[in-house]
Each structure stands twice: as structure tokens, then as C-alpha cells.
């Protein structure tokens, strides 16, 4: 089992920084992939960033050059650095962790940080 705890979610003024953060515990194999996906009201969930174990990255096109994720292997923790917020990046944000095992990929997912983005 892994477990996953977020923080850094928050109010912030439309063209502002907030950087989330996503501490995993548990049984936690190598290779893996770390991420964020997001869902705002009344749409999907989708996939905003995630970085893999290798260190690949893959970013959603709405937040390429404004996003970066990144992650701290000795602590388990991935991040992700929103700058220039737009209303549009208000949603709730949930951190992914897949364990990339080759019979069976494992799953799990944090409880969801809420980021509003508004004057």
C-alpha cells in the first residue's frame, strides 16, 4: 500500500505562483511514475504533469511553460511549481503514483488539494 498526502493548495490572484507538494509512504517500487491530474468543476480529471522514476516528464499542453514537476527520490515526494496562474488552473488537485510493475500496475491516489485562482 502506498499513501499519499498533499499540501499547498490555496487561494491565489490570477498571474500568481503556488507550488504543491505530495509526500508518499509505503511500498513504494522502483520503476514508478509521480504526478498531478486535476478536475475542475463539472469536467474530468485529467492529467497536468508526471515525472517518472527516470526522470521523464510529460506536461498537459495548458501548462507547459508555466508548470514544472519535479521530485525528491530520498523523500518521496513529488512537486509542482504553477506559476502565472490562470482562473482556468482552478480545480482540485490530486497526486498520482503509479507503481510501473509488469504484471499488474498499482495505482493510488491522494485525497485532492483545492486550487482556486481569482481576483
Known amino acids: 500500500q502506498v499513501q499519499l498526502v498533499e499540501s499547498g493548495g490555496g487561494l491565489v490572484q490570477p498571474g500568481g505562483s503556488l507550488r504543491l507538494s505530495c509526500a508518499a509512504s509505503?511500498?513504494?517500487?522502483?520503476?514508478?511514475?509521480m504526478g498531478w491530474y486535476r478536475q475542475a468543476p463539472g469536467k474530468q480529471r485529467e492529467l497536468v504533469a508526471a515525472?517518472?522514476?527516470?526522470?521523464?516528464?510529460n506536461y498537459a499542453d495548458s501548462v507547459k511553460g508555466r508548470f514544472t514537476i519535479s521530485r525528491d527520490n530520498t523523500k518521496n515526494t513529488v512537486y509542482l511549481q504553477m506559476n502565472s496562474l490562470k482562473p482556468e488552473d482552478t480545480a482540485v488537485y490530486y497526486c498520482?503514483?503509479?507503481?510501473?510493475?509488469?504484471?499488474?500496475?498499482?495505482?493510488?491516489w491522494g485525497k485532492g488539494t483545492l486550487v482556486t485562482v481569482s481576483s
Open positions: 498520482n503514483v503509479v507503481l510501473l510493475l509488469p504484471d499488474a500496475p498499482q495505482d493510488y
Open positions: 509505503g511500498s513504494i517500487f522502483s520503476p514508478n511514475s
Open positions: 515525472v517518472t522514476s527516470y526522470g521523464t516528464t
